[in-house]
């Protein structure tokens, strides 16, 4: 069975049982929150400059046509207006940094939208446990900032760290770039404030690590995009900040070259790895292209790894480093690499890495996916997928070609590769060509179709690539038990969205599409 997110019927929502906003409702919120920025209105009066921002996604791929923006300042306040929402059947979309790449943080009709820019503090912090609690609305490096002075580091870190939000981090499970040193936000969140749709407030903010005493409910809330409640307080477990930071740079010949490289690293830094990315020469040209930056090395290559390592000796660190460098350059596992030297230098190079989103953009768009596969096919699908373009003729220097390039990059750690097809703008051919062929190509390989960022819009339809019949009904019964109003509503042709700042569009029934139909493995 194949899916298509253009086959989804978008129907007027308002004349299937759903209330109009009108100058009632809005009044309430003002009462509530004041008539200040807390509330912009665009139901009494025009708004739209002021909304703009609210319904277009940070990829300007999904636009939602919202006249209400309500902003809380406390959890409390957050209980009264989703209590309200709730009783008067008023759907809503939260929206924080807005920062995600699946449309899950943007309206899909004119729901309320519910920023947590106002839920912004940073609640206490323990040094000596290094346990963390902070609002849902923090900004990650705003965070991370704070613990730098603290002696201690967020065990989280992502190239859209200035705006992203800590709710919104914790709600789709992200990665990034210190997965492999730190683990996942399974393991280090340990406990959630959350605002269930009907307003209850759940007070599971412990800062405990043991907790045994009956069902580990936050883990719901994590990784779950919203779908069940809103964060709005997190506790989290910080480690130590490492005093010593070392980071090589180097290319390599093939894909193979790669997988022995990160063999060796794990093997030979151990305890003080904790960061390996993979660029292909593509994704560096392109940044090269942008950007008119020196290389940091001399020739090109296929592909590049970056890696980092944290420990608490520096001299020790740049020693065990500059082996392995030796070792793997004498081995001709590596044909080329860099130390740096000092902080300028490890910023530099991780430019290189963290640029790469920002420089995709440059042509006019930019198809993105976040996908697991085992490690040993990571990169193929790269290669298939810009066979499968250049065969259809979309890949080409002038405009008549709506591809400019395919290209992959990730975190060779997670075996999360970055799929990436920068484009001239979006073109209906090239989303043909990718779709469904992308999540085939990863189901066939028992991977994931979604790694980072959860499924938003763009992968509701497909979540039966990487989950069973079994698992999607007990999804399902799980949803409808948090949120027993939404579904109850709802008809067959529903699309669900998530938020990348902790919560979801609570009058879509997130999994409803895919109880009539089969799974299309």
């Known amino acids: 069975m194949k899916y298509c997110l253009h086959c989804i019927l978008l129907f007027d929502r308002h004349t299937n049982g759903w209330p109009q906003l009108n100058t009632d409702h809005v009044q309430f919120f003002k009462d509530l929150l004041g008539t200040g920025s807390a509330v912009i209105d665009g139901v009494s ?8 921002p609210f319904n277009s996604d940070w990829m300007r791929k ?3 046509r919202t006249k209400l923006v309500i902003k809380p300042g406390s959890t409390e306040e957050l209980s009264k207006a989703l209590k309200y929402c709730n009783d008067n059947m008023l759907a809503v979309v939260p929206q924080g940094g807005n920062s995600g790449l699946v449309g899950g943080s943007v309206p899909v009709y004119d729901e309320i939208v519910i920023s947590t820019s106002r839920m912004n503090q940073i609640r206490s912090f323990d040094p000596v446990s290094g346990t963390l609690v902070v609002d ?3 900004v990650l490096e705003t965070v991370d900032q704070f613990l730098a002075d603290q002696g201690h580091i967020f065990p989280l870190d992502l190239g859209a760290k200035g705006s992203c939000q800590i709710g919104g981090n914790v709600a789709t499970n992200a990665g990034g770039l210190r997965l492999l040193r730190y683990g996942s936000l399974h393991g280090n969140v340990l406990g959630l404030e959350v605002v269930l749709p009907d307003g209850t407030i759940m007070d599971d903010l412990t800062t405990l690590r043991k907790n045994n005493t009956g069902y580990d409910l936050k883990q719901l809330f994590i990784g779950g995009e919203g779908t069940l409640g809103m964060i709005t307080g997190v506790s989290l477990l910080c480690p130590r900040r490492s005093p010593a930071v070392n980071v090589a740079f180097f290319g390599l010949e093939s894909f193979e070259q790669v997988q022995r490289a990160y063999r060796e690293a794990k093997g030979q830094l151990s305890e003080i790895l904790s960061a390996f990315e993979l660029m292909d020469g593509r994704s560096q040209d392109l940044v090269h292209e942008v950007t008119k930056k020196k290389r940091p090395l001399e020739g090109r290559h296929p592909f590049y790894c970056l890696i980092e390592t944290s420990g608490s000796n520096s001299e020790h660190d740049s020693a065990k480093l500059e082996s392995f460098l030796e070792h793997v350059m004498g081995e001709e596992i590596v044909a080329d690499g860099v130390l740096a030297q000092d902080e300028t230098q490890m910023q530099s190079l991780w430019s290189w890495r963290e640029g790469i989103t920002e420089c995709l953009g ?8 976040d996908v697991s596969i085992p490690l040993t096919q990571l990169y193929d699908l790269v290669e298939d997928t810009r066979a499968r373009l250049t065969s259809a003729g979309l890949v080409g220097e002038g405009p008549e070609h709506p591809v400019v390039a395919v290209l992959g990059y990730g975190h060779m750690g997670d075996s999360n590769l970055h799929l990436n097809i920068a484009t001239r703008g979006f073109d209906k051919a090239v989303e043909e060509n990718l779709e469904p062929f992308v999540y085939e190509w990863i189901a066939q390989r028992n991977g994931s179709i979604s790694a980072e960022h959860g499924l938003g819009l763009q992968k509701k339809p497909y979540i039966g690539y990487s989950r069973s019949e079994t698992m ?3 999804m399902k019964q799980v949803k409808n038990l948090f949120d027993p109003v939404g579904p109850s509503l709802l ?6 969205t998530t938020s990348t700042n902790g919560c979801a569009a609570w009058y879509y029934e997130p999994l409803q599409v895919y109880m009539n139909h089969p799974a299309p493995h």
Do not use: F, N
Not at 362 to 369: E, L, M, S
Not at 491 to 496: H, T
């Open 45 to 52: 009066a025009d708004a739209s400059a002021d909304l703009e």
């Open 62 to 64: 999904y636009k939602g």
């Open 136 to 138: 849902a609305g923090c």
């Open 362 to 369: 440059h042509w006019g768009g930019v198809y993105k996916y």
């Open 472 to 474: 999607i009904r007990l």
């Open 491 to 496: 008809p067959i042709w529903s699309v669900s």
